[in-house]
């Protein structure tokens, strides 16, 4: 009996020590991949949109038309597209790390939830549309989603909208194209809940889309930020950006209405 005990405090002992293995082996790995990952995505900005710098403010109008003027395009699309033609736009938010190629999958809408833009495994995966968006922005809501990393990469730094100081200071969002580049004004951040997005509304009604606009402007979050002397109406075009909270349940969106569409050179 004694002999059965031991054998099983034994084995006890041996699943435990293995658990305890394969969790910091786990870990370790983890570790690595997203080191690896973050640092293969600070080289891709400098090699791709080493350019990419914050306009001046006042150059910014409230009228989503196309300019006569051309503006520069940094990002050096025709070499990116030869590394993956997945990749179709550019996402830059000043002051923060978000300075990353935006991927739409031709076969898997969340292939790029863990997959990086060279398209091998990766747990920061990039930041990705789905098949229910266009590509060329001209939907009235286009979502991108990217991962909540705890090392700040992807689209973490959604987080500093959460900072009202932050959110004041800093009030656009840009996105290049191949040939455009769109500016978009911050109107809210805040916390939501875990629905899809674009199959819970049907942006062609008008009157849908009013109400998720009245929504963005008056969210029923108690971690929101708002700029309340923005008038939205369905001739607008919305940028949602959908991450994951720091805890518990649902997203964190932040919200920015395109404000300027300029073609580039």
């Not at 674009?198 to 849908?208: G, K, P, Q, R, Y």
């Not at 909270?245 to 969106?253: I, K, P, Q």
């Amino acid at each position: 009996m004694k002999r059965k005990k031991n054998l099983i405090l034994t084995l006890i002992i041996i699943v435990f020590s293995l658990v305890i293995i394969g969790t910091v082996a786990y870990i370790f790995v983890k570790t690595i991949n997203d080191n690896n990952s973050r640092d293969n995505y600070g080289s891709l900005a400098d090699s791709y949109a080493a350019d990419v710098t914050a306009p001046s403010t006042e150059s910014v109008i409230t009228a989503p038309s196309v300019n006569a003027k051309t503006a520069e395009n940094p990002i050096d699309f025709e070499t990116l597209a030869e590394k993956n033609s997945d990749i179709y736009s550019w996402i830059y938010i000043p002051d923060t790390n978000i300075n990353y190629p935006v991927c739409q999958s031709s076969s898997n809408d969340n292939f790029y939830l863990n997959h990086d833009i060279n398209m091998n495994y990766s747990y920061a995966g990039a930041i990705y549309s789905q098949h229910c968006n266009k590509t060329d922005y001209s939907d009235r809501v286009t979502v991108l989603y990217g991962h909540n990393m705890a090392d700040g990469s992807m689209f973490a730094n959604l987080h500093k909208f959460r900072d009202k100081s932050f959110f004041d200071k800093h009030k656009y969002m840009y996105i290049y194209t191949k040939d455009r580049k769109l500016t978009y004004e911050v109107v809210s951040a805040f916390e939501y809940d875990n629905r899809h997005i674009m199959n819970s509304f049907d942006f062609s009604n008008d009157t849908v889309f009013d109400e998720y606009l009245d929504m963005i402007r008056n969210p029923h979050s108690l971690a929101a930020n708002v700029r309340s002397d923005i008038d939205l109406t369905v001739a607008d075009k919305i940028l949602t950006l959908s991450t994951c909270l720091d805890s518990g349940e649902g997203r964190y969106l932040v919200q920015g209405v395109l404000v300027k569409d300029e073609q580039t050179k």
